[in-house]
């Protein structure tokens, strides 16, 4: 079994939300030419696709670029084709291009990246040219969500920091195992059966089922900056 978020379900969680929340109907993926950013960009697009959403570009670039001035020029050129750009890279990545659109007097392209995001060095070096970018988490410990909170009350109460995702996760396998335990299971191919057939558990990593693949499903955690901060938005 495996809970952690998988490129798979994190690409297609944010081309539904994408899609069906934003309200994004055409949208260009830069992504960095490699095997981690390819395979999010194809997971993505088959996504955004599925739901009748068009990729208007699909624009690689080299891992090592540092410059987005001309990329940004490329997506551009001839008029802007799509309302949204979505980045799967680092936050540095996401800071240079959110910066290189507010340069270029595109800051009404909506940004969305994936998790990589997630971390205070993007608000702080991003500043003003990030405002309204949308990403995925893999935990927010200000949740909108009852159960994440008592969790990270009482986790700060007992170690003295926040939680981070790791914490979640070993949280929810150690209850979901104690608990079929207690079922009194005999056997591994038992406690295989009832891992299976778990439905809308209320994880604080936001696990909600186990497939039959053994991978954890999850809902996953959407932000957006405002006004400097970030919000949860799913």
């Not at 060095?121 to 994440?148: D, W």
């Amino acid at each position: 079994f495996r809970n952690s978020l998988t490129n798979f379900a994190e690409a297609k969680s944010l081309a539904h939300f994408s899609y069906q929340t934003l309200g994004i109907r055409s949208l260009a993926i830069v992504f960095p030419n490699e095997p981690k950013g390819i395979e999010l960009k194809n997971y993505f697009s088959q996504g955004f696709q599925e739901w009748g959403g068009q990729i208007a570009i699909s624009y690689p670039y080299s891992p090592d670029t540092v410059d987005f001035s001309k990329i940004v020029a490329d997506l551009t050129a001839g008029g802007l084709s799509f309302q949204a750009l979505f980045v799967p890279d680092s936050y540095q990545v996401g800071v240079m291009i959110a910066s290189q659109l507010a340069f270029s007097d595109l800051t009404r392209i909506q940004l969305i990246g994936t998790s990589l995001w997630d971390s205070p060095a993007f608000l702080q070096y991003g500043g003003a040219s990030v405002e309204g970018a949308v990403f995925s988490s893999e935990f927010h410990p200000n949740s909108i969500l009852p159960q994440i909170n008592r969790f990270v009350t009482a986790y700060q109460n007992q170690f003295g920091r926040l939680p981070n995702a790791m914490a979640t996760r070993s949280y929810d396998i150690a209850n979901i195992l104690l608990g079929v335990m207690r079922d009194g299971v005999r056997n591994r191919e038992e406690v295989k059966e009832k891992i299976l057939q778990i439905r809308n558990y209320p994880g604080v990593s936001r696990l909600t089922a186990i497939a039959a693949t053994g991978d954890a499903l999850q809902n996953l955690t959407i932000l957006r900056v405002e006004g400097g901060q970030l919000i949860q938005l799913q």
